[in-house]
């Protein structure tokens, strides 16, 4: 299973030293064989690294620049520089960018930056309120998964992040039925585009240590993808010990 904290715009240099409590959980036996990554703003990826270095813990950065190579362009950060700090991970397509203007386009060409790095990518996908209530799920899911991954080959190096908007900060999460009939559609989407049918997926869209439980019953999820509650290290570790136990 797959943990992965998405702190957002959130997190200073005390958040870092409370999350150190899972570097010993992160050497237990029991869930030493699972993966869990920290993705901080920028700002800290280096700090965080530093201190997990000697862990079983990744760092990964939420997003980068387009361009692969260094150049001038101000206040950015590409997959080079990302590189440089430590992190393995990284997480691209979020909604969150997407709705500030990311086009799949400009997805595709920072997929193709990471991957020249060789960072691994968490792909997030997934479809708005307006479009799931007009049945357009499907549509919405294969049109980010063709138009995002496009000319990808390594894709080994690739997670898929099924993220519904409307589930993002709002409490509401999906029926277990809706979500598996989602990733096994992502799932043959995939497979149609002749990438990886062992492809990881994750979920995310308020994780909480509350409905986490019954989140991990989906057989097909490979994983979370978890905003608010992963600046709590206690709610964190919480959610990795319900999902394994
Ligand atoms: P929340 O867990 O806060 O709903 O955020 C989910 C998310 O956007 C993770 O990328």
């Not at 899972?22 to 869930?31: A, E, F, P, R, V």
């Not at 393995?88 to 997805?107: F, P």
């Not at 060789?118 to 708005?128: Q, R, T, W």
Request: charged share 25%; hydrophobic share 35%.
């Amino acid at each position: 299973m797959y943990f992965v904290a998405n702190w957002k715009m959130y997190g200073n240099k005390a958040d870092i030293d409370n999350s150190t409590s899972l570097i010993s959980l992160s050497k237990l036996k029991k869930y030493k064989k699972h993966k869990i990554i920290y993705c901080p703003p920028y700002t800290l990826l280096k700090t965080f690294y530093d201190n997990i270095k000697k862990s079983n813990i990744s760092i990964g950065a939420q997003n980068c620049h387009s361009n692969s190579d260094y150049g001038a362009f101000t206040g950015s950060i590409n997959a080079k520089l990302i590189k440089s700090t430590g992190a393995k991970y990284i997480i691209l397509g979020h909604s969150e960018n997407r709705n500030t203007g990311e086009s799949d386009l400009i997805i595709n060409k920072k997929i193709h930056s990471a991957i020249k790095e060789n960072l691994i990518i968490i792909y997030c996908i997934g479809e708005k309120l307006s479009e799931k209530r007009k049945k357009n799920t499907y549509k919405v899911l294969k049109k980010q998964l063709t138009k995002g991954l496009k000319g990808t080959k390594k894709f080994e190096n690739i997670i898929i992040a099924y993220e519904p908007v409307w589930s993002i900060g709002t409490g509401i999460i999906p029926k277990n039925s809706e979500l598996s009939r989602n990733i096994n559609n992502i799932k043959k989407i995939l497979a149609k585009l002749k990438k990886s049918i062992n492809t990881k997926i994750l979920y995310g869209g308020s994780v909480n240590p509350k409905n986490v439980r019954e989140l991990a019953q989906i057989k097909e999820i490979n994983g979370f993808l978890i905003g608010g509650a992963s600046l709590s290290a206690k709610k964190f570790i919480d959610i990795i010990k319900k999902s394994i136990n």
